[in-house]
């Protein structure tokens, strides 16, 4: 099984910051790389598929980027409704895995 | 607009048995692969199975082999997930989930019914 290995695992930033989340695979994936936003006490939302594009609906604040082993998810600019846990997945093969999370908080 | 809604979670115990379903709307069901995600406070999300759009093909995590079957009525525009020889470590929160455009996998998800294992 790929392992996805994601940091950090607690981000405290201000309105207005440049954010990062990292997702680093055990091998290469090849791009296959999705984000979800997952707000208290609702479903996941996909954000970005196969690496940085960008899901329909999503603002244009969030993009992804990487390649081969390490990805990553930033959000150019912090707003407060971005409060929320972040997940990474590997689709590049069965069985499908997900990063463990990073929670996004506003300082 | 797109909507899963799951169903059929509960308390049941070890060794028995539960059935959910997930009704879908919004969107041409038959079109689409659809998948079971699980989500525990402990081990996070975890991918559970996937059907394909005409039901031929099913994949499941190594975990769930043999005692949980997902299926699909097309007419019924509903996906099921049997489980079956149940475990304490089954309990989650289980995530209906559409496989989009591309094969880009869980587009759309429900909000969730809860399975509890326990005596």
């Known amino acids: 099984d790929i392992q996805m290995t994601q940091s950090p695992s607690f981000l405290s930033a201000s309105v207005g910051d440049r954010v990062t989340i990292n997702c680093k695979a055990s091998?290469?994936?090849?791009?296959?790389l999705n984000w979800y936003q997952q707000k208290l006490g609702e479903a996941p939302k996909l954000l970005i598929y196969?690496?940085?594009n960008l899901q329909t609906g999503i603002p244009s604040r969030f993009s992804g980027s990487g390649s081969g082993t390490d990805y990553t998810l930033t959000i150019s600019s912090l707003q407060p409704e971005d409060v929320a846990t972040y997940f990474c997945l590997q689709h590049s093969s069965r069985p499908l895995t997900f990063g463990s999370g990073t929670k996004l908080e506003i300082k | 607009e797109v909507q899963l809604v799951e169903s059929g979670g509960g308390l049941v115990q070890p060794g028995r048995s539960l059935k959910l379903s997930c009704a879908a709307s919004g969107f041409t069901f038959s079109n689409y692969g659809m998948a079971w995600v699980r989500q525990t406070p402990t081990k996070g999300l975890e991918w559970v199975a996937s059907i394909s759009t005409g039901g031929g093909n099913t994949y499941y995590r190594d975990s769930v082999k043999g005692r949980f079957t997902i299926s699909r009525d097309n007419a019924k525009n509903t996906q099921y997930l049997q489980m079956d020889s149940l475990r304490s470590e089954d309990t989650a929160t289980y995530y209906c989930?559409?496989?989009?455009?591309?094969?880009?996998?869980?587009?759309?998800w429900g909000q969730g019914v809860m399975v509890t294992v326990s005596s």
């Open positions: 091998q290469n994936i090849n791009k296959y």
């Open positions: 989930a559409r496989h989009g455009e591309f094969g880009v996998p869980f587009d759309y």
């Open positions: 196969n690496t940085n």
